[in-house]
């Protein structure tokens, strides 16, 4: 078999470790989105960061007119149509130039999985992954940063052999109960301005 090879990172990380508004805002998406550590928030922006590099490059190459380039450019954005990041239909390089790193972190199996109404929150969503109670289609998903397609969104659920199948575990009845309480509840005013 051969030595194994070094791991390498699959991130970049802030050149500038102490910014206080980077810092504010990644804090932020941290919350939003339940994720574990700023690890994982660095990993979808460098995956952005790749896309964004093959759309400048592929645009360069298209004015160049090279004919390879123009089978890359198709391949890219069929990949981003089939990840979920982009609209189907017509669609450019440009689109690719306007994703956010928000359209990256919204294709995790740990957003969707909460967006679904399977779990009460994105914190809630990931132990619910991370235990195996979620799954794909009949296959059992135990990473929260899976990235589903678009093909795959409607078959997010509880795993068959998950106590949660059952519509009268407690957990799901608390879920319920909660959800039932948000929709009863007036929406909540802006606070008035003070003067």
Known sequence: MGDPKFLRRTYDRPK???????????????????????RELWKAQS????FRRQARELQARLRAKEPQAEKETKWLLDSLVSLG????????????L????QAILERRLQWLTYVKGLASSP????QLIVHGHVALGS???????????RAEENTISYDTFS????????LRVAMKEKMERQAAAP??????AAG
């Open 98 to 101: 306007a994703l956010t790193t």
């Open 163 to 170: 106590p949660l199948v059952t519509e009268d575990h407690p």
């Open 16 to 38: 500038h470790p102490w910014e206080q508004a980077r810092i504010e805002e990644e804090n932020k998406i941290v919350v939003k989105f339940g994720l574990k550590n700023k």
């Open 139 to 149: 296959h059992r998903v135990r990473a929260p940063g899976h990235l589903v397609r």
């Open 187 to 192: 929406p909540s005013e802006p606070p008035a």
């Open 85 to 96: 990041m982009l609209e189907p239909g017509t669609v450019t390089l440009d689109d690719v």
């Open 123 to 126: 914190n809630a969503a990931r």
């Open 47 to 50: 995956r952005l960061r790749n």
